[in-house]
T-cell receptor, first 115, second 113 residues
Framework: DGGITQSPKYLFRKEGQNVTLSCEQN?????MYWYRQDPGQGLRLIYY???????QKGDIAEGYSVSREKKESFPLTVTSAQKNPTAFYLC??????????????FGPGTRLLVL | KQEVTQIPAALSVPEGENLVLNCSFT??????LQWFRQDPGKGLTSLLL?????REQTSGRLNASLDKSSGRSTLYIAASQPGDSATYLC????????????FGTGTQLKVEL
Protein backbone atom coordinates (compact mmCIF):
# COMPACT_ATOMS: atom_id res chain seq x y z
CA ASP A 1 0.00 0.00 0.00
CA GLY A 2 1.30 3.44 -0.89
CA GLY A 3 0.69 6.31 1.44
CA ILE A 4 1.68 8.44 4.36
CA THR A 5 1.79 7.02 7.86
CA GLN A 6 1.96 8.97 11.09
CA SER A 7 2.61 7.54 14.50
CA PRO A 8 1.51 7.45 17.16
CA LYS A 9 -2.16 8.32 16.72
CA TYR A 10 -2.22 9.84 20.23
CA LEU A 11 0.77 11.18 22.14
CA PHE A 12 0.98 12.50 25.67
CA ARG A 13 3.64 14.95 26.76
CA LYS A 14 4.67 15.86 30.26
CA GLU A 15 5.75 19.38 31.15
CA GLY A 16 9.32 20.07 30.05
CA GLN A 17 9.53 16.96 27.88
CA ASN A 18 10.53 16.76 24.23
CA VAL A 19 8.46 14.42 22.08
CA THR A 20 8.92 13.26 18.49
CA LEU A 21 6.15 12.63 15.97
CA SER A 22 6.87 10.24 13.14
CA CYS A 23 5.95 10.73 9.48
CA GLU A 24 6.85 8.20 6.80
CA GLN A 25 5.87 8.11 3.11
CA ASN A 26 6.47 5.45 0.48
CA UNK A 27 5.19 7.56 -2.40
CA UNK A 28 8.68 8.64 -3.46
CA UNK A 29 7.64 12.26 -2.99
CA UNK A 30 10.34 14.91 -2.87
CA UNK A 31 8.67 17.37 -0.52
CA MET A 32 7.24 16.87 2.97
CA TYR A 33 5.39 19.21 5.32
CA TRP A 34 4.23 19.52 8.92
CA TYR A 35 1.06 21.38 9.85
CA ARG A 36 -0.62 22.14 13.14
CA GLN A 37 -4.42 22.29 13.46
CA ASP A 38 -6.21 23.87 16.42
CA PRO A 39 -9.99 23.73 17.00
CA GLY A 40 -11.82 26.24 14.84
CA GLN A 41 -8.66 27.20 12.96
CA GLY A 42 -7.19 26.26 9.64
CA LEU A 43 -3.95 24.38 9.23
CA ARG A 44 -0.77 26.33 9.91
CA LEU A 45 2.58 25.38 8.42
CA ILE A 46 5.33 24.50 10.91
CA TYR A 47 8.20 23.28 8.71
CA TYR A 48 8.64 21.96 5.20
CA UNK A 49 11.35 20.20 3.24
CA UNK A 50 11.69 20.18 -0.53
CA UNK A 51 14.67 17.85 -0.66
CA UNK A 52 16.68 15.53 1.56
CA UNK A 53 18.96 17.30 4.06
CA UNK A 54 17.20 20.61 3.57
CA UNK A 55 14.20 22.19 5.31
CA GLN A 56 12.68 25.63 5.87
CA LYS A 57 10.66 27.22 8.64
CA GLY A 58 6.99 27.74 8.09
CA ASP A 59 4.75 30.28 9.79
CA ILE A 60 4.92 28.86 13.33
CA ALA A 61 8.30 27.09 13.68
CA GLU A 62 9.16 28.31 17.19
CA GLY A 63 9.38 25.46 19.67
CA TYR A 64 9.65 22.80 16.96
CA SER A 65 12.52 21.08 15.15
CA VAL A 66 12.74 18.69 12.20
CA SER A 67 15.23 16.59 10.27
CA ARG A 68 15.20 15.13 6.75
CA GLU A 69 17.95 12.52 6.62
CA LYS A 70 15.98 10.20 4.37
CA LYS A 71 13.58 10.96 1.53
CA GLU A 72 10.80 8.91 3.07
CA SER A 73 11.00 10.26 6.62
CA PHE A 74 10.37 13.70 8.15
CA PRO A 75 10.12 13.50 11.98
CA LEU A 76 8.91 16.49 14.00
CA THR A 77 10.16 17.15 17.52
CA VAL A 78 8.00 19.25 19.82
CA THR A 79 10.42 20.77 22.30
CA SER A 80 9.83 22.04 25.82
CA ALA A 81 10.06 25.55 24.37
CA GLN A 82 6.66 25.05 22.74
CA LYS A 83 4.38 26.30 25.51
CA ASN A 84 1.07 25.34 23.97
CA PRO A 85 1.67 22.06 22.13
CA THR A 86 -1.81 20.57 22.44
CA ALA A 87 -3.08 20.25 18.87
CA PHE A 88 -3.66 17.90 15.96
CA TYR A 89 -0.51 17.51 13.84
CA LEU A 90 -0.71 16.64 10.17
CA CYS A 91 2.09 15.55 7.87
CA UNK A 92 1.87 15.87 4.09
CA UNK A 93 4.01 15.11 1.06
CA UNK A 94 4.00 16.18 -2.56
CA UNK A 95 5.70 14.99 -5.74
CA UNK A 96 7.82 17.12 -8.02
CA UNK A 97 6.61 16.96 -11.62
CA UNK A 98 8.59 18.74 -14.33
CA UNK A 99 10.27 20.82 -11.67
CA UNK A 100 7.01 21.88 -10.00
CA UNK A 101 5.81 20.65 -6.62
CA UNK A 102 2.31 19.30 -7.08
CA UNK A 103 -0.67 18.76 -4.81
CA UNK A 104 -0.11 17.68 -1.21
CA UNK A 105 -1.24 14.33 0.18
CA PHE A 106 -1.97 14.13 3.89
CA GLY A 107 -1.39 11.54 6.57
CA PRO A 108 -3.98 10.57 9.21
CA GLY A 109 -2.59 12.88 11.90
CA THR A 110 -1.27 12.66 15.46
CA ARG A 111 -3.12 14.22 18.38
CA LEU A 112 -0.74 15.59 21.02
CA LEU A 113 -2.01 16.17 24.53
CA VAL A 114 -0.20 17.67 27.50
CA LEU A 115 -0.48 15.91 30.87
CA LYS B 1 -0.14 38.31 3.81
CA GLN B 2 -2.72 36.00 2.28
CA GLU B 3 -5.80 35.47 4.40
CA VAL B 4 -8.43 32.85 3.61
CA THR B 5 -11.92 32.99 5.09
CA GLN B 6 -14.70 30.44 4.91
CA ILE B 7 -18.34 31.18 5.54
CA PRO B 8 -20.37 29.75 7.14
CA ALA B 9 -18.35 28.09 9.89
CA ALA B 10 -21.03 25.44 10.28
CA LEU B 11 -23.99 24.34 8.21
CA SER B 12 -26.75 21.81 8.75
CA VAL B 13 -29.01 20.74 5.88
CA PRO B 14 -31.55 18.01 5.22
CA GLU B 15 -30.59 15.15 2.95
CA GLY B 16 -31.10 15.83 -0.75
CA GLU B 17 -30.57 19.57 -0.57
CA ASN B 18 -28.13 21.36 -2.87
CA LEU B 19 -25.70 23.59 -1.01
CA VAL B 20 -22.89 26.08 -1.52
CA LEU B 21 -19.79 26.60 0.62
CA ASN B 22 -17.86 29.83 0.29
CA CYS B 23 -14.17 30.64 0.40
CA SER B 24 -12.65 34.11 0.03
CA PHE B 25 -8.99 35.15 -0.17
CA THR B 26 -7.29 38.53 0.03
CA UNK B 27 -4.42 38.15 -2.46
CA UNK B 28 -5.57 37.41 -6.00
CA UNK B 29 -2.07 36.37 -7.17
CA UNK B 30 -2.85 32.72 -6.64
CA UNK B 31 -1.35 29.74 -8.47
CA UNK B 32 -4.24 27.44 -7.64
CA LEU B 33 -7.01 26.83 -5.12
CA GLN B 34 -7.87 23.47 -3.62
CA TRP B 35 -10.85 22.10 -1.72
CA PHE B 36 -10.27 19.40 0.89
CA ARG B 37 -12.54 17.23 3.00
CA GLN B 38 -11.66 16.30 6.59
CA ASP B 39 -13.54 13.71 8.61
CA PRO B 40 -13.38 14.02 12.43
CA GLY B 41 -9.95 13.12 13.78
CA LYS B 42 -8.63 12.28 10.31
CA GLY B 43 -6.30 13.73 7.70
CA LEU B 44 -7.32 15.73 4.65
CA THR B 45 -8.55 14.34 1.35
CA SER B 46 -8.24 16.47 -1.78
CA LEU B 47 -11.55 16.96 -3.57
CA LEU B 48 -10.93 19.45 -6.35
CA LEU B 49 -8.03 21.60 -7.51
CA UNK B 50 -8.59 24.67 -9.71
CA UNK B 51 -5.66 26.25 -11.50
CA UNK B 52 -5.60 30.05 -11.63
CA UNK B 53 -6.41 29.95 -15.36
CA UNK B 54 -9.54 27.86 -14.81
CA ARG B 55 -13.03 28.97 -13.84
CA GLU B 56 -14.36 25.70 -12.46
CA GLN B 57 -13.75 22.01 -11.86
CA THR B 58 -16.25 19.20 -11.47
CA SER B 59 -16.10 15.78 -9.87
CA GLY B 60 -19.30 13.82 -9.53
CA ARG B 61 -21.73 15.81 -7.38
CA LEU B 62 -19.11 18.44 -6.59
CA ASN B 63 -18.44 21.60 -8.56
CA ALA B 64 -15.91 24.22 -7.56
CA SER B 65 -15.71 27.65 -9.13
CA LEU B 66 -13.01 30.31 -8.97
CA ASP B 67 -13.25 34.07 -9.47
CA LYS B 68 -9.77 35.47 -8.98
CA SER B 69 -10.73 39.08 -9.53
CA SER B 70 -13.20 39.04 -6.64
CA GLY B 71 -11.08 36.70 -4.51
CA ARG B 72 -13.77 34.05 -4.19
CA SER B 73 -14.36 30.36 -4.69
CA THR B 74 -17.46 28.29 -4.11
CA LEU B 75 -17.94 24.56 -3.63
CA TYR B 76 -21.33 23.37 -4.82
CA ILE B 77 -22.57 20.01 -3.54
CA ALA B 78 -25.59 18.59 -5.35
CA ALA B 79 -28.13 16.26 -3.77
CA SER B 80 -26.36 16.12 -0.42
CA GLN B 81 -26.11 12.82 1.47
CA PRO B 82 -25.37 11.99 5.13
CA GLY B 83 -21.99 10.67 3.97
CA ASP B 84 -21.08 14.21 2.91
CA SER B 85 -21.00 15.24 6.57
CA ALA B 86 -17.46 16.48 7.24
CA THR B 87 -15.40 19.65 7.47
CA TYR B 88 -14.57 21.25 4.14
CA LEU B 89 -11.38 23.31 3.87
CA CYS B 90 -10.17 25.50 1.05
CA UNK B 91 -6.50 26.30 0.55
CA UNK B 92 -4.70 28.65 -1.81
CA UNK B 93 -1.22 28.42 -3.24
CA UNK B 94 0.34 31.73 -4.16
CA UNK B 95 2.23 32.41 -7.35
CA UNK B 96 5.92 32.39 -6.49
CA UNK B 97 5.16 31.13 -3.01
CA UNK B 98 6.86 27.77 -3.35
CA UNK B 99 4.41 25.02 -2.50
CA UNK B 100 3.08 26.68 0.63
CA UNK B 101 -0.65 26.47 1.14
CA UNK B 102 -2.72 28.94 3.13
CA PHE B 103 -5.80 27.29 4.59
CA GLY B 104 -9.19 28.65 5.53
CA THR B 105 -10.78 27.82 8.87
CA GLY B 106 -13.22 25.36 7.32
CA THR B 107 -16.97 24.82 7.12
CA GLN B 108 -18.37 22.00 9.23
CA LEU B 109 -21.21 20.38 7.27
CA LYS B 110 -23.87 18.10 8.70
CA VAL B 111 -26.37 16.44 6.38
CA GLU B 112 -29.32 15.08 8.30
CA LEU B 113 -31.66 12.25 7.39
Amino acid sequence: DGGITQSPKYLFRKEGQNVTLSCEQNLNHDAMYWYRQDPGQGLRLIYYSQIVNDFQKGDIAEGYSVSREKKESFPLTVTSAQKNPTAFYLCASSPRVSGTLETQYFGPGTRLLVL
Amino acid sequence: KQEVTQIPAALSVPEGENLVLNCSFTDSAIYNLQWFRQDPGKGLTSLLLIQSSQREQTSGRLNASLDKSSGRSTLYIAASQPGDSATYLCAVKLTGGGNKLTFGTGTQLKVEL
